[in-house]
């Protein structure tokens, strides 16, 4: 009970912590903030809160995609919204996942960031580069 707890907790806030930090980031380069330093700053985040808070590390992830979705559908609303709400989720669950098992096989949280930071990046490449032609 109290691993859950303390993984939501880790969820929330760090959630809330990594908009802030790349709304920031977005100002300097929106492409290399979403592409890269975004990637870093939610997995660190995200990761490093579960650790520190004793919580479950896949729910955090979980519970930051809940919260990423419920961002992206209040500010746009619309149904291109809805939809990367639900993948916010499933991706942001899924990076939880493979630090996880990065963590496990290497015996080494940073690998296990690290990781989960490539795989990030990845799928914001390719978001971005598929936004980008839909616009």
């Not at 990065?102 to 930071?117: D, N, Q, R, T």
């Amino acid at each position: 009970m109290i691993e859950a707890a303390a993984g939501m907790l880790a969820g929330v806030s760090s959630a809330f912590l990594a908009m802030a930090l790349n709304t920031q980031l977005a100002k300097y380069s929106k492409m290399r903030a979403v592409i890269f330093a975004g990637p870093v700053v939610e997995e660190v985040l995200k990761t490093s809160a579960a650790a520190v808070l004793g919580g479950n590390l896949i729910l955090s992830h979980f519970i930051f995609g809940t919260v990423e979705a419920v961002y992206d559908v209040r500010k746009k609303g619309d149904r291109r919204a809805a939809i990367a709400g639900i993948l916010a989720v499933l991706s942001q669950t899924l990076f939880g996942s493979v630090t996880v098992l990065a963590w496990g096989y290497f015996k080494s949280l940073p690998a296990g960031i690290f990781v989960a930071c490539a795989l990030h990046a990845g799928w914001n490449h390719w978001v971005m580069k598929l936004s980008c032609q839909k616009e």
